[in-house]
């Protein structure tokens, strides 16, 4: 497991005020999504933690069992510090042996922490919109929610 920077703490998402948790969520995902926010931290098979700084979300990852890996989705923090600590924590917590990440591969720093944590490309996906790109946080976007929800 990948030790989270000095000053952050990492604790079961659904442990802290729920609206904190969407607001954070909210830099990374063009709309609210509250109702599938608050099922899919708490869907049976899955672990969700959050990291936190000086009393502020710097980081939120969800793991979720599938059947060849679990997969981690979403991923968002503010450094590739605390997102890998948080992939730690999660497979260390459910136990997980093999984990899939879908990174956004305009995200460079995202792709080369999958490289560092030893993943390897399986597929390709477009991301595609009508209008302009969304006005979200790329930066911090380490790993889409789910290829089927965005």
Known sequence: MVAPPAGVSLVDARGIGFDRLAAFDRRFFPEARDSFLAAWISLPERASMVAVQDGRLVGFAVMRACRAASRVGPLFADSPEIAAALV?????????????????????????????MGLKPAFETARMYTGPDPAIEMAGMFGVTSLELG
């Open 88 to 116: 730690g924590a999660l497979a260390m917590k459910t136990g997980a042996i093999s984990v899939a990440i879908d990174v956004p591969d305009r995200n460079k720093t995202a792709v080369r922490l999958a490289e560092q």
